[in-house]
T-cell receptor, first 113, second 115 residues
Framework: KAGVTQTPRYLIKTRGQQVTLSCSPISGHRSVSWYQQTPGQGLQFLFEYFSETQRNKGNFPGRFSGRQFSNSRSEMNVSTLELGDSALYLC????????????FGPGTRLTVL | AQKITQTQPGMFVQEKEAVTLDCTYDTSDQSYGLFWYKQPSSGEMIFLIYQGSYDEQNATEGRYSLNFQKARKSTNLVISASQLGDSAMYFCAMRSGGVGNMLTFGGGTRLMVKP
């Protein structure tokens, strides 16, 4: 079974631009979560989607948004990029319930210049 | 609020020896799950082992085992027979309370295996 895939793997943007990252979960997994990893703040939860609905949201500004499609694929969008948005963005998928292990993708490394 | 603390920023271990990575947590929930992930320099988070708060026995997965002490709110990861490929960042994480799969992560421990 294929693992979680994320595209693109690397991205360079400039301040003020917007960016869209994509995540395809493991086949059969319906929950997708997004995390931001930076050297200063560590790993922080962004949001979780389940059956196309946002189920949980972390403490991030409204510039960070996401969605999930009917095939469980998810996208996250960051508008008006800031230098501090430079990070590794990780996507994780689980089957559904809270008892399931989250399996992570390889991440998208975003650099904002 | 949930909190995970990993007090060892970096550790060295000799190849073939065992090593213990510490993790303490704080939560007011009775039901929670504890996870350990490995992150090599490539960036991908690799799931290692899971312990549920109601599990009576310590979890074991191959060379990985947990020393789960519920009263102390600690769940230390033991890696036996260290290999050079074990050199990586190790993160302890907790899921607790409510619906959903939000994980709270510790700051991580960088493990370096010496040949």
């Amino acid at each position: 079974k294929a693992g979680v895939t994320q595209t693109p793997r690397y991205l360079i943007k400039t301040r003020g631009q917007q960016v869209t990252l994509s995540c395809s979960p493991i086949s059969g997994h319906r929950s997708v979560s997004w995390y931001q990893q930076t050297p200063g703040q560590g790993l922080q939860f962004l949001f979780e989607y389940f059956s196309e609905t946002q189920r949980n949201k972390g403490n991030f500004p409204g510039r960070f948004s996401g969605r999930q499609f009917s095939n469980s694929r998810s996208e996250m969008n960051v508008s008006t990029l800031e230098l501090g948005d430079s990070a590794l963005y990780l996507c994780a998928s689980t089957v559904s319930t809270s008892a399931d292990t989250q399996y992570f993708g390889p991440g998208t490394r975003l650099t904002v210049l | 609020a949930q909190k995970i603390t990993q007090t060892q920023p970096g550790m060295f271990v000799q190849e073939k020896e065992a090593v213990t990575l510490d993790c303490t947590y704080d939560t007011s929930d009775q039901s929670y799950g504890l996870f350990w992930y490995k992150q090599p320099s490539s960036g991908e988070m690799i799931f290692l082992i899971y312990q549920g708060s109601y599990d009576e026995q310590n979890a074991t997965e191959g060379r990985y085992s947990l020393n789960f002490q519920k009263a102390r709110k600690s769940t230390n990861l033991v890696i036996s027979a260290s290999q050079l490929g074990d050199s990586a960042m190790y993160f302890c994480a907790m899921r607790s309370g409510g619906v959903g799969n939000m994980l709270t992560f510790g700051g991580g421990t960088r493990l370096m295996v010496k040949p």
